[in-house]
């Protein structure tokens, strides 16, 4: 109970709850958006999908993160944060509607691509800057918690429009374009919330806003070397550590999101529609599994540590994915959902943390914005894996043993004892 009386001290505070506002319509939108991709291109009752045409898609939307990244860090560190929720969500509104009118016109496949690669590549800018900005927003001794209900509620956000692009999806063949225009309502709404917080109250600092976008952007492979020299510093390591391990998490988390999609679609069901109802389940499973998370991790993480945590996170998933899902049957893998989705959120909340709380303000756009590049690279990496090991139903039990045997080493790697982080000593 004490955590919920911490909670409400929290959600008193007005500008981390105007901050919240826009992170949970963002990521709402968020949501709709991916689903609706996620249907037109795997459940399209016209294309017959593999395991390589999801890791083509993946590469894609996510690989040119990898670019759009580091700039993202470098700009975050410059350009008031208030400004980039506000006009990035602008933007993603109309270039949504912009996709929904090419679905609309049965265009050629790279088009709908390029389009859908826009939208989601100003989402990197967005997603950094909510991390960067809540220190902002909320006291050191809060961090953890905050860091629980920030992105879990966000992540919950996502799976709540996901969900609702599912509803709207199976009410009839052609909603696609609908579903993507519910998703540009939800960017304007999420806009229009950040006006409601202060300019410059997100930061960054004055002395690390410059003006000229030019002198920005020539400056940026410089400013990566600083920030990865800071990581680098010896106070820093249990953030790299963290970090490390978050990549790999990812990759594994990727992998076996790949196998149920292959696993909805053919093993399980006979028509599309039965496969995106089961795909929806799925989603569902792991949505309660954030929920979960945000709940146990400030408890957890406070007993065992941050690490510690993400140590006993990876341990857990070791023993229990292979339990689960080497029965490649529904109700073992929606368990399994729900289970991955508690280990990966918890370990999310710890890093955040550990990040937050050893890297200095004027870096953590930098570091955000890597932090989301390796969390991108990994999971694409992790689908093309999955299509060259997985068959046409998704059946794989090799797949299964080696992400087991992975999470295994994240756990090994996390277990040395670090004392060098510690939420109180947060900066804001």
């Known amino acids: 109970m004490p955590v919920v009386g911490d909670l409400r001290v929290l959600l008193r505070l007005r500008d981390f709850r105007r901050l919240l506002a826009v992170r949970l319509l963002s990521q709402s939108a968020d949501g709709v958006y991916q689903v609706a991709l996620a249907t037109y291109v795997v459940f399209s009752p016209e294309k017959q999908t593999s395991a390589a045409a999801i890791a083509s898609a993946m590469a894609v939307l996510l ?33 949504a509607c912009a996709t929904a009118l090419l679905i609309l016109g049965s265009t050629p496949d790279w088009l709908f691509y390029a389009s859908a690669l826009c939208v989601t590549a100003v989402n990197r800018f967005v997603l950094a800057g909510l991390s960067a900005a809540l220190p902002r927003v909320v006291d050191a001794d809060r961090l953890v918690l905050a860091n629980s ?38 960017y304007l709404c999420s806009a229009l919330a950040a006006l409601r917080i202060p300019r410059t109250l997100l930061g960054p600092g004055p002395g690390q806003v410059k003006q000229h976008l030019r002198t920005a952007l020539s400056s940026t492979a410089k400013g990566l070397a600083a920030g990865v020299r800071h990581l680098a510093e010896p106070e820093r390591r249990s953030a790299a550590r963290a970090l490390g391990a978050m990549m790999l998490m990812r990759f594994c988390y990727g992998a076996l999101l790949v196998m149920v999609l292959m696993l909805c679609r053919y093993a399980w069901s006979d028509r599309e529609a039965d496969g995106l109802a089961l795909l929806g389940l799925a989603l569902a499973a792991s949505g309660a599994g954030f929920f979960a998370a945000a709940v146990l991790t ?52 710890a890093t955040d943390t550990v990040v937050q709380s050893s890297v200095d303000d004027a870096f953590r756009g930098r570091i955000f914005s890597v932090y989301d590049v390796l969390f991108n690279v990994a999971f694409v990496g992790a689908a093309g894996v999955a299509a060259l090991v997985l068959p046409p139903d998704g059946r794989s039990t090799p797949l299964v043993l080696a992400v087991a045997v992975l999470y295994a080493a994240i756990a090994a790697g996390t277990a040395r004892p670090d004392n060098t982080v510690s939420p109180g000593n947060a900066k804001k």
């Open 149 to 186: 209900l920030s992105p879990t509620a966000g992540t919950l956000a996502a799976t709540a429009g996901g969900g609702l692009a599912f509803a709207v999806r199976l009410v009839g063949p052609d909603s696609d374009a609908v579903v993507v225009l519910l998703g540009a309502v939800l």
């Open 298 to 349: 400030p408890v957890t993480a406070g007993r065992f540590g941050p690490l510690g945590w993400i140590t006993v996170c990876a341990g857990a998933a070791a023993i229990l994915e292979p339990a689960l899902g080497l029965s490649f049957a529904p109700v073992p893998i929606l368990i399994a959902s729900f289970v991955l989705g508690l280990i990966t959120q918890g370990a999310k909340i």
């Open 63 to 95: 690989l040119p993160y990898s670019l759009v990244g580091p700039f993202a860090g470098v700009l975050l560190d410059r350009w008031p944060r208030r400004q980039v929720f506000l006009y990035g969500n602008l933007l993603r509104a109309v270039l």
